[in-house]
């Protein structure tokens, strides 16, 4: 494992690759010994820089929860990232392409807690009884370190790619709809670019909330109640060039969309 002081390094690296939307080499190709859990510290310091500065965390994010996307990285479990305040955007809005490097969009849905939830021993039916509501999301991907040969220890690194989430649609009690049949077409430009059902994510887009709530216990850390859980995507990610107007389709839950100036 790496030292205090090299993680402390690539946390602030990583921050100055924020600010200047330059992203910096693999850390896989300079640390090759650098573990899973080293990343996981990285990002923790990361995070804590970034509440410091004033950002408010107000919820996580939840990556690598279809088989697809696990078989491409060579995990077998999710992943996970903050979401800061800055972060969440609402339906309609108009993104600034170049605040993002290789922005990439994915379909995914939101829950939004009632309850704190906390592990060991979270389940999904604690994860359903302590959520609000669940509306439709877009997920945009962000990238400061270089993409080209990126692996799990990279982008654990990065916060799990968390750029920005778009919210929007129609809010739903978790009871309300099955939602593991919640499907989504996403357009870009006009033209359908994926579609996908929420069972993609993980069997049920509510599993890798426990998961998370459980993963996070070991660490002394739960979720709240008001945090934002992004679940998980059940398409793959499409990229967006300046221009681009993307739209979610959610059918019965409605639309979610957003503009890239």
């Not at 690296?13 to 573990?35: H, N, S």
């Not at 909330?209 to 998980?232: C, F, S, T």
């Amino acid at each position: 494992m790496l030292d205090t002081t090299t993680i402390r390094a690539i946390a602030d690296e990583l921050l100055e690759a924020g600010r200047t939307r330059t992203p910096v080499p693999l850390l896989t190709a300079r640390y090759p010994d650098m573990t899973v859990e080293d990343s996981y510290a990285v990002q923790r310091l990361w995070r804590q820089r970034n509440e410091a500065a004033g950002r408010t965390l107000v919820g996580r994010k939840i990556g690598l929860t279809s088989r697809a996307m696990q078989a491409a990285t060579g995990i077998t479990e999710p992943d996970y990232g903050s979401i800061f305040d800055d972060m969440v955007l609402e339906t309609g809005c108009s993104v600034e392409w170049e605040r993002y490097t290789g922005p990439r969009v994915e379909v995914e849905l939101a829950f939004v807690l009632k309850d704190d939830l906390t592990g060991p021993g979270c389940t999904l039916f604690d994860v359903l009884n302590a959520t609000d509501y669940v509306v439709p999301a877009l997920e945009i991907l962000d990238s400061r370190i270089e993409m080209a040969g990126r692996t799990i220890v990279d982008t654990i690194s990065d916060n799990a790619a968390m750029g920005a989430m778009v919210v929007g649609g129609r809010p739903v009690r978790p009871d309300a709809v099955d939602l593991r049949w919640v499907a989504a077409l996403l357009y870009r430009n006009q033209v359908v670019e994926e579609t996908g059902v929420a069972a993609g994510v993980l069997d049920h887009p509510a599993a890798g909330v426990h998961w998370l709530a459980n993963k996070i216990a070991a660490h002394g850390d739960g979720l709240k109640a008001g945090d934002i859980i992004l679940a998980g995507s059940f398409t793959r990610p499409v990229a967006v060039d300046r221009g681009d107007t993307i739209h979610a389709d959610y059918g019965p839950l409605g639309a979610v969309t957003c503009h890239f100036r």
